[in-house]
């Protein structure tokens, strides 16, 4: 043993989890002393994941706080939606530090939970505690925190696209769309009809129009970085590839501002956060250029007809999208170099 850190990842067995254990692997002070699924407990993570063989050799522990706590100093919940809001006040009662990747503790309003996620939401206390982790709008609060709720996938593309025109002032928030695409891994790893290759391939398809759960957690933020309540359109589509998110949002530009504009202001307002990389003009990011890393690349282009700006961001769902910045908020947490583990460069091709 040496004198890391040490994290269990509850959930390991979903594409989340296994994300972590990837980047988990080349962070300098952390090592994962547990991997924990409730439903294969007791066999080892490599019968379903064949590519961990020879690097996670140990049996899938099952749930016990108290036999984590004796493992762990930290433990991340990557699972589905109403799981962890059962499961975190426990490991955070045995003393553990909590990074919650599932949606459970982002609402602090109860009934908005239940209205968009149609669960049982987290008791009040315990939603309380919880500090949001979007790293690059929220960073001061995450230092220090103990118990972190994860931002959604689709959210981290929309909110860091959006976030600096709007807390200055140059956008109007009532004219805000999002327009947004994911890769099918952001669907899970459960079979289902509608990620099924016949259906999906050669296809592109809207889903949950209007009804998407990360629509309140998008407006969320918008509404405190704009000062005001902001309501969106949102859609959401599945795109026939594996990785990766591209959020689309149109917006009327106040005061004649120019792309070159927005790219100064952008470049200004994520000055030391070295995970969002603001592009030229006339440059617009592919979500094959952030593939694997921790990256979100943003860009420009302002209409001078229609007097409205078109903001391109765009992610790996995976990454940037929850295990990477679940990493980067444990880096805040713990007071470290918040890139510690996550200096990957994209793959690419």
């Given amino acids: 043993m040496t004198n890391k850190l040490r994290a269990a990842i509850v959930g390991s067995t979903g594409y989340g989890g296994v994300e972590l ?10 090592e994962v002393t547990s991997v924990i699924s409730s439903s294969s407990a007791g066999t080892p993570i490599t019968e379903g994941y064949p590519h961990l063989t020879n690097i996670r050799t140990e049996l899938l522990d099952d749930v016990d706080p108290a036999a984590i ?38 609402l602090q309003d109860t009934a908005l939970y239940e209205q968009w996620y149609k669960k049982e939401p987290a008791d009040k206390a315990y939603l309380e505690q919880a500090v949001y982790g979007m790293s690059e709008v929220y ?6 925190a103990s118990f972190i709720s994860n931002p959604g996938c689709y959210v981290t593309a929309t909110v860091l696209g959006l976030v600096p025109a709007l807390q200055a002032g140059w956008i109007d928030p009532s004219t805000i769309i999002i327009d947004a695409k994911s ?26 129009l209007n009804k998407h759960q990360h629509i309140p957690e998008i407006e969320m933020v918008l509404s405190d970085a704009a000062g005001r309540e902001v309501v ?17 949002m149109y917006a009327t530009v106040q005061g004649g501002r120019k792309a070159a504009d927005f ?61 990477g910045q679940a990493i ?22």
């Fill in 21 to 30: 254990i990837r980047l988990l692997a080349s962070h300098p002070l952390v």
């Fill in 69 to 106: 706590r004796e493992k762990a100093d930290v433990v991340f919940t990557a699972t589905p939606a109403g799981i962890a809001s059962k499961l975190a006040p426990q490991y955070l009662e045995a003393g553990l530090k909590v990074i919650d990747l599932s949606g459970d503790f982002r």
């Fill in 139 to 144: 960073g001061d609060k995450v230092r220090g």
């Fill in 183 to 208: 890769g099918v891994s952001g669907a899970g790893r459960g079979a289902s009809l509608g990620t099924h290759y016949s259906e999906l391939n050669e296809n592109f398809k809207a889903y949950k």
């Fill in 232 to 248: 969106t359109t949102f859609t959401t589509h599945l795109v026939p590839m594996t990785r990766g998110i591209m959020s689309t």
């Fill in 263 to 323: 790219i100064d202001l952008y470049r200004s307002y994520y000055d030391g956060r070295p995970f969002v990389r603001v592009r030229g003009e006339g440059n617009w990011p592919m979500t094959k250029e952030v593939w694997g890393s921790n990256y979100c690349d943003i860009g420009f282009a302002v209409d001078e007809r229609t007097g409205r700006v078109t903001v391109i961001s765009v992610i790996d769902n995976l990454v940037k999208g929850a295990a």
């Fill in 328 to 349: 980067q908020n444990l880096n805040l947490m713990m007071g470290w170099d918040e890139t510690l583990g996550l200096q990957f460069v994209p793959v690419y091709p």
